[in-house]
Antibody, heavy 116, light 109 residues
């Protein structure tokens, strides 16, 4: 069974940093692109970032470009999202998902709250 | 950037009704559209990919159609467990990015 388990969310002050992790199991992690998608409280889905299978290509939404960095460690079957210069509008549940063209499956999400 | 306009934003229908949701793209996206179901408090799940392909394990009452700029998602016979918010999502290659529609909340009348 394919599983994705995110961690690393929490409360952070505006301007602060946080690193999210997503541990994968049940599939050959290093053979698939991976992505992060977020959902602000009560709002819709927003694609954040994607990374190719070997990590050589990375893509970002304009809203996070220059502040967030996606990376992966295929030996650890883990996807990361390093977030810096966080703003209130970054408050959301962050999901990792397998794939880049379409997303399946998704993890259960981790909540990031940016507030003073 | 490609915009996805999803309608309606919400609907209420009876069990057994046929339900249709539409997504319109601001430019031709071929068949690069996917559909997701998100139940309250849960992560989204992929139902349809590439406009009309049913994801493995998804009931056949769900279907998708369209190409170019107008796409339709249909539940042929609404069931109580289908109460959820449904999202379309397009994929763009240049530059590589994804855009979601605003969502359609489906409730039982």
């Amino acid at each position: 069974e394919v599983q994705l388990l995110e961690s690393g969310g929490g409360l952070v002050q505006p301007g602060g940093s946080l690193r999210l992790s997503c541990v994968a199991s049940g599939f050959t992690f290093g053979s698939y692109a991976m992505s992060w998608v977020r959902q602000a409280p009560g709002k819709g889905l927003e694609w954040v970032s994607s990374i190719s299978d070997r990590g050589g290509s990375r893509y970002y939404a304009d809203s996070v470009k220059g502040r967030f960095t996606i990376s992966r460690d295929n030996s650890k079957k883990t996807l990361y999202l390093q977030m810096s210069s966080l703003r209130a509008e970054d408050t959301a549940v962050y999901y990792c998902a397998k794939g880049r063209r379409f997303f399946a499956p998704w993890g259960q999400g981790t909540l990031v709250t940016v507030s003073s | 950037d490609i915009q996805m306009t999803q309608s309606p934003s919400s609907l209420s229908a009876s069990v057994g009704d046929r339900v249709t949701i539409t997504c319109q793209a601001s430019q031709d996206i071929s068949n690069y559209i996917n559909w997701y179901q998100q139940k309250p408090g849960k992560a989204p799940e992929l139902l349809i990919y590439d406009a009309s392909n049913l994801e493995f394990g998804v009931p056949a009452r769900f279907s998708g159609s369209g190409s170019g700029t107008v796409f339709t998602f249909t539940i042929s016979s609404l069931r109580p467990e289908d109460v959820a918010t449904y999202y379309c999502q397009q994929y763009d290659n240049v530059p590589p990015k994804a855009t979601f529609g605003g969502g359609t909340k489906v409730e039982i009348k």
